[in-house]
């Protein structure tokens, strides 16, 4: 294909793309340098019969005027990084010089927006991603095994739990967990502690969310597992039979290295997805025992008086210093595989 | 197939229908839980007293004469006006399918068709947007979208979920491109077609399960969406999602919570309809990225 046709072809593509994925990339950069106007006061003297009262207010119409001359703001360089909602250099030198020991060091950084969101959103990635994996790859086992008639009904109801939306699925576990739903009750009943609540202490919220990850995405994993078994080469299977291979050696000696492929591939995925994850802190109203790098901007979005686009910015760039750094093993593995072919 | 080294011990048989059982519930009971208790008033669907009144719904009874009622529905829906959110999806989804599947089969196939290096540049590129959270997107969008006065609108949303559907479109598109001969379109402009004719008269009829495959994938973006729906659409025009999680923020007197119940199963049904006439498709979109790249 020439240039010329591959650009009449691709363009409006590429066009949507560079518009609303790389400029806005852009955007965040540039918007991170700045930070919100200082408020400008203005006194008023307000005399009456008993004596004359100063009151101090936001004088709206300067405000706005700045706004208007600067909307991203007034220039701060990277101030926004350095301070205690991100990155905290100083809080964090604080906390090394004068902590006593290491359990108060890791409770006080906990307690750095930032990086109690950075260790949730780690955290989250790598426990779901490899449970979500084992988990796919048993039920496909599990699934390829019973009779055919079944396998269609099990693939229905297994795919729900993936395509209903993650705040949507998110809400119908809150709802069932709350101490007054039937999961609550049964957990409740069957510690023998009418006390408990899944929401109450970090920990359990933690054990909740990751519950949850696991439910959501191991249809994934599940069903590109399952296409895959439909693959594996039967005479192998056969010939480790006649090898004398038990049932769990031809899983572990053939089936498995066949399928690791895929395992990469659905690991992929999940770490792209999962370093994402949203909708649940919102959906479980868990953003007091766990917040992760996309709730942090979406708060700052959603600040009560406007939005706080400095902060958002500057975390939104510490994000995507993430990803980057997550894709890395990916990005350069296909260069060499691309590098190969040509 | 009965020969003897393929039967099962019954151990086995056993052991395996009990853990399709054990993951059917987890996957479909919280769904079949919500729909039965969304039929109930709060009092049951929360019960303090036993949690077997979700069932039954002896309140519900005792406040409406029958074991269902329509109350959490009526409310969300014509009180809290859900039906306008309903519509604005409708809008938002048919805009999006469309249009990213006309960009996608354009790029994809260019991407499928073209040999020079560029073309992996621009799948590894893809590949980088794919994995920006969208809300770092949407902190890039919202300043110039309130300077260009364009925010709050139906169009700049549709047309934001295009562009970060993108990259995936592109990528599905462009391997089930690739599983299609180069013969097919080379012999066509033998025969004298210009490059475009060939994609629309000899590629795009064979394309067929490709394209509603990706539109499926596409659709089930934009239906899904909150990120983006929530923070660009202002309180007149939302879709379905941001509304309902509207009604969790707005409602915490007694009975509103059983609104957002009732929205979220009328949020739920579409897509059980969908899985049913569309699984095979889904099932093979889902593969299609794994097993060709």
């Excluded at chain 1, 109690?116 to 796919?136: D, S």
């Amino acid at each position: 294909m020439k240039h010329k046709t591959f650009m009449a072809f691709i363009w409006p593509s590429l066009l949507a793309m560079i518009l609303f994925i790389a400029l806005p990339i852009v955007s965040v950069g540039y918007q991170s340098l700045f930070i919100e106007h200082e408020q400008v006061l203005k006194e008023a003297k307000n005399c009456g019969p008993f004596g004359c009262t100063t009151s101090v207010s936001v004088d709206a119409e300067a405000m706005n005027a700045l706004r208007e001359e600067q909307p991203a703001g007034r220039y701060n360089g990277l101030g926004t990084y350095a301070n205690g909602s991100h990155l905290a250099f100083d809080e964090i030198t604080e906390i090394f010089a004068s902590s006593q020991n290491f359990g108060e060091i890791r409770t006080r950084i906990m307690n750095l927006p930032f990086y109690k969101a950075l260790i949730f959103t780690l955290a989250y990635t790598f426990i779901v991603t490899p449970l979500v994996i084992i988990l796919g790859f048993i039920i496909a086992i599990v699934v390829n095994s019973i009779p055919k008639a079944l396998k269609g009904p099990v693939i229905f109801f297994s795919l729900l739990p993936m395509l209903v939306t993650p705040l949507v699925g998110s809400l119908v576990l809150f709802w069932m967990i709350d101490s007054r739903g039937v999961i609550g009750a049964l957990l409740q009943a069957l510690f023998q502690d009418p006390s408990l609540s899944l929401k109450a202490s970090p920990t359990l919220t933690w054990i909740t969310l990751f519950v949850y990850g696991v439910w959501h995405s191991a249809p994934f994993a599940f069903v590109v597992f399952y296409a895959g078994l439909q693959t594996v080469p039967q005479d192998t299977l056969e010939s480790a039979m006649v090898d004398g291979a038990s049932r769990w050696e031809r899983v572990r000696f053939v089936t498995i290295p066949y399928l690791m492929p895929l395992a990469t591939f659905i690991a992929l995925m999940q770490l792209m997805d999962n370093f994402r994850v949203f909708e649940p802190i919102i959906g479980f109203s868990a953003a007091a025992n766990a917040t992760t790098l996309s709730y942090l901007i979406y708060n700052d979005l959603r600040a009560a008086e406007s939005p706080l686009f400095g902060s958002a910015a500057a975390t939104s760039m510490l994000t995507i210093v993430g990803v980057i750094i997550l894709l890395l093993p990916v990005l350069r593995r296909n260069w060499r595989d691309f590098n190969r072919k040509a | 197939m009965s020969i003897p080294a393929h039967r099962k011990p019954p151990s086995l048989i056993l052991l395996s229908t009990g853990f399709v059982l054990f993951w059917l519930v987890i996957a479909a009971f919280p769904f079949l839980w919500t729909m039965w208790g969304s039929f109930k008033v709060e009092g049951d669907f929360f019960s303090r007293a036993d949690w077997m009144n979700a069932l039954t719904g002896p309140v519900t009874v005792k406040q409406h004469g029958s074991a269902f009622t329509l109350d959490g529905y009526e409310g969300a829906w014509i009180q809290q006006e859900f039906w306008k959110s309903v519509i604005n999806t409708g809008i938002v989804t048919f805009f999006v399918v469309t249009i990213s599947l006309t960009l996608g089969t354009l790029g994809g196939y260019a991407l499928a068709r073209s040999e020079f290096k560029y073309t992996f540049w621009i799948l590894m590129a893809a590949l980088v947007f794919r994995a920006m959270p969208h809300v770092t997107l949407v902190s890039g969008y919202l300043l110039p979208f309130f300077e260009m006065n364009i925010w709050g609108y139906l169009p700049t949303t549709i047309i934001v979920l295009v562009a970060i559907n993108q990259p995936f479109t592109l990528w599905m598109l462009h391997s089930f491109f690739l599983s299609i001969p180069k013969d097919l379109d080379e012999a066509a402009m033998v025969d004298g077609c210009t490059r475009f004719q060939a994609f629309r008269l000899a590629i795009i009829p064979v394309m067929w399960p490709g394209v509603v495959t990706t539109g499926l994938f596409s659709f089930l973006l934009a239906y899904n969406d909150f990120t983006v729906t929530s923070m660009l659409l202002n309180q007149d025009n939302l879709t379905m999602i941001p509304k309902l999680n509207g009604f969790l923020g707005s409602t915490q007197e007694d009975g509103k919570v059983m609104y957002a119940v009732a929205a979220v199963v009328s949020a739920i049904v579409p897509l059980f309809v969908l899985i049913l006439f569309f699984q095979r498709q889904i099932v093979s979109g889902l593969t299609a990225g794994a097993v060709k790249g």
